[in-house]
């Protein structure tokens, strides 16, 4: 062997052991980056990824068409669900895997010094009204770090995207309301992204339930699913089966803001996935059903409504993230 090839082979060999040491060292301080432009182009349907420690876990979610909104014979169908209409998303986007957890907004919080306010709509003593010393931290009953923030306003969840967007420098934000329905649906055109039977939502998310009717005052009138999925208020993260695009409660748990100001109808209402900003912009929509929802508002077409300053002790938020072109 040459000295030329030998002291190529030695720095080839430097070079190797770097890399090597560097992933080390990023295994070892559990310190998490961003993917790069070239990393983010390369990202499948499906690919998971942070970026950074304490963000948020985001899966992608492909490009797509779908037919928003219910039929008219849909069971539980309500009329502003309509009329439907085929909504073209012509780019993949990337959508948190999960709700934002109590850690995750207590991370912010602890950031920024946010307030999130002490008041929240709570149901207590059978009565529904909002109440002092309830909160994201107290919702008025026991949560763990790994359960969706609750009492949380469409402001609340403004707030949180644009300091994870300035701390990660990348473009995170609320999900429109037709992107929630087309990653909610992942592909289906049923009342729920796994099929039409009630029985079956214990599998699959959160909701009025046997443990709910069970388990909390007053619940005893509550319609329900004839199931229980062990839980009488909010559940952890992950804590049932994953939709087919594998996002998590997307029916059920918690409600999930979304940027669209509130329409009775879709009468006229954007068909390219964009987020419907024109009109009174004072409420806006929440999706998703929550944890003493009855089986009609767990539909993945089924809509709401609550002021932007508004909490409540069944609302929270799921995010979104524009990828590199």
């Known amino acids: 062997m040459n000295m030329a090839h030998a002291f190529r082979e030695a720095l080839v060999s430097a070079a190797i052991v770097a890399v ?71 780019k993949p986007f990337a959508v948190g895997k999960f709700h934002i957890m109590v850690d995750q907004f207590a991370t912010f919080v602890a950031a920024t010094s946010y307030h999130a306010g002490s008041k929240c709509i ?83 998310g959160n909701g009025a339930d046997r443990s709910a009717k069970n388990r909390i005052q007053g619940a005893r009138s509550w319609p329900i699913a004839p199931c229980n999925d062990g839980y009488a208020f909010t559940s952890p993260a992950g804590a049932f089966a994953a939709n087919r695009f594998g996002l998590y409660d997307m029916g059920g748990n918690v409600g999930q803001w979304t940027e669209d100001c509130y329409h009775d109808s879709y009468a006229g209402a954007p068909v390219d996935g964009s987020a419907w900003t024109s009109g009174d912009c004072t409420s806006h929509v929440v999706r998703g059903g929550n944890w003493h929802n009855p089986p009609r508002d767990l539909r993945s077409a089924n809509r709401e409504r609550g002021t932007v300053d508004g909490r409540g002790e069944d609302i929270g938020f799921r995010i979104a993230r524009s990828l590199t072109p």
Not at 67 to 89: C, F, K, L, W
Not at 180 to 204: I, M, N, P
């Open 122 to 204: 709570t149901v207590e003593q059978r009565k529904l009204q909002e109440r002092e010393g309830r909160s994201w931290r107290n919702p008025g009953f026991a949560q763990g770090g790994n359960h969706p923030a609750v009492c949380l306003s469409w402001n609340d969840a403004k707030a949180y995207v644009a300091w994870l967007s300035r701390t990660t420098g990348r473009s995170y934000r609320l999900l429109t309301e037709a992107e929630w329905e087309y990653a909610a649906r992942a592909g289906s055109t049923s009342r729920y992204s796994f099929g039409d039977k009630e029985a079956d939502l214990c599998r699959y």
């Open 20 to 90: 090597v040491v560097v992933g080390l060292l990023s295994e070892v301080s559990g310190e998490q980056r961003s993917l790069s432009p070239e990393q983010e182009r390369a990202l499948k349907p499906k690919n998971t990824f942070r970026d950074c420690n304490e963000c948020p876990e985001m899966i992608v979610v492909p490009a797509g068409s779908f037919i928003m909104g219910s039929s008219a014979n849909e069971a539980g169908r309500y009329d502003s669900e309509g009329p439907q209409h085929t909504v073209t998303i012509t």
